[in-house]
């Protein structure tokens, strides 16, 4: 799903005020019918996220933690079962998971001898049975659950359904009969920033050349592709001497061929010109480099062109 800056600006205006909910989801789909659950989804998290990182640090004042810990302690004091840090959460407008963090931390520097450590938080919010008081171990379980941008559970199923995506893609690209190298075979070659698939003979899409293909199992909005064109996408293709195929013939055929060491390609900007593949759509917008060899679509290119110039 491809949107003008115009159409991404209205749905993120109708999010400011809305909280980061399921109800509020399927609010944002009965108003705009037209585009995917998926692609909502996708903007409605990375919305709320840019809200958080906006908002972090007054949460984590000693004023602000101390508050929340004692209107913890009331609330469960009054009636341990009802869910007192996921409306503490609401109330406050900060992600359930995070405030689960905050309550945690702040329970085990009281009851423990020692500070936690990051990685003994980070098992425990994975695991709310490991927390030793019930009612608490309770609560982070209610936030957890009920978090849809934030926490371990999120995180897995982002994990998961970007893992499904490259699958995905690797079928549609045996399909084709496009011979490549995935992430984990350049990896074990030597190579430090990769993209999922360098494919071993170019193709053109829409008349641009493609070595490599990325898959983003997200959308595409200005900051997340900003952020990815400056530490993935720029890396991947800037490399001076891509073009010079006699070079990389050379150099790459015969490891005792002496390139000047002012010259030498690194390992991880090799790459060339290539396609990202945002799948859940993107800001039509930022489609705007694919004459510096960057190319931007929705879905995997039914318009495929090998060297011998047949559609694939």
Request: hydrophobic share 35%.
């Given at each position: 799903?491809?949107?003008?800056k115009?159409q991404y600006?209205?749905?993120a205006q ?7 909910t399921r109800?509020?989801l399927?609010?944002l789909k ?9 692609t ?16 972090h ?5 000693s004023?602000?933690?101390e508050?929340?810990y004692?209107?913890y302690l009331?609330g469960?004091g009054?009636?341990?079962t009802?869910?007192?840090?996921l409306?503490l959460a609401n ?6 998971s995070?405030?689960?963090r905050?309550?945690l931390e702040?329970?085990?520097q ?13 098992s425990?919010?994975?695991?709310p049975s490991?927390?030793p008081?019930g ?5 982070v379980y ?7 941008c934030y926490?371990p559970?999120?995180?897995c199923?982002k994990h998961?359904i970007g893992?499904?995506?490259?699958v995905l893609l690797?079928?549609?690209?045996l ?6 190298l995935?992430?984990?075979q350049?990896?074990?070659?030597g190579?430090d920033?990769?993209p999922?698939f360098?494919?071993?003979v170019?193709?053109a ?5 493609i070595?490599w293909?990325?898959s ?7 900051c997340s592709h900003?952020?990815?064109l400056?530490?993935q996408?720029?890396s991947y293709w800037n490399?001076?001497?891509?073009r010079?195929?006699s070079v990389l ?11 000047p060491?002012?010259?030498?390609p690194s390992?991880?900007?090799l790459?060339g010109p ?8 993107f800001i ?7 004459e510096r ?10 318009d495929i ?7 694939a």
């Open positions: 799903m491809i949107l003008t115009a600006d209205e749905i109708c999010l400011v005020s809305v909280p980061p109800q509020s399927r609010k009965q108003r705009f019918p037209s585009q995917s659950q998926a909502l989804l996708s903007i409605f998290s990375q919305e709320y996220q840019k809200h958080i990182k906006r908002t640090a007054k949460h984590h004042t004023e602000a933690i508050s929340y004692q209107r009331n469960v009054r009636n341990g009802a869910p007192v840090l409306e109330e406050v407008d900060y992600a359930p995070l405030m689960a905050i309550i702040r329970f085990l009281e009851h423990e001898e020692t500070p936690p450590s990051k990685s003994v938080i980070n425990m919010l994975r695991d490991q927390i008081d009612v608490l171990a309770n609560q209610q936030c957890i659950v009920n978090d849809c926490g559970l999120v995180d199923i998961a893992h499904e995506h490259e690797r079928d549609m690209l399909e084709k009969n496009l011979s490549f995935d992430e984990d350049l990896r074990a070659k190579y920033k990769t999922d360098i494919l071993q170019p193709v899409v829409e008349g641009h050349i070595h293909i990325e983003k199992a997200s959308f595409g909005d200005e900003h952020a990815y400056h530490d996408f720029w490399s001076p001497l891509w010079d195929c013939h050379a150099w790459e055929h015969n490891p005792e061929y002496q390139v060491s002012d010259h030498r390992w991880d900007r790459f290539g396609l990202v593949i945002y799948w859940y759509g039509q917008e930022l489609d705007c480099n694919r060899g960057i190319l931007l679509k929705a879905c995997f290119p039914t062109v090998t060297l011998c110039h047949s559609v």
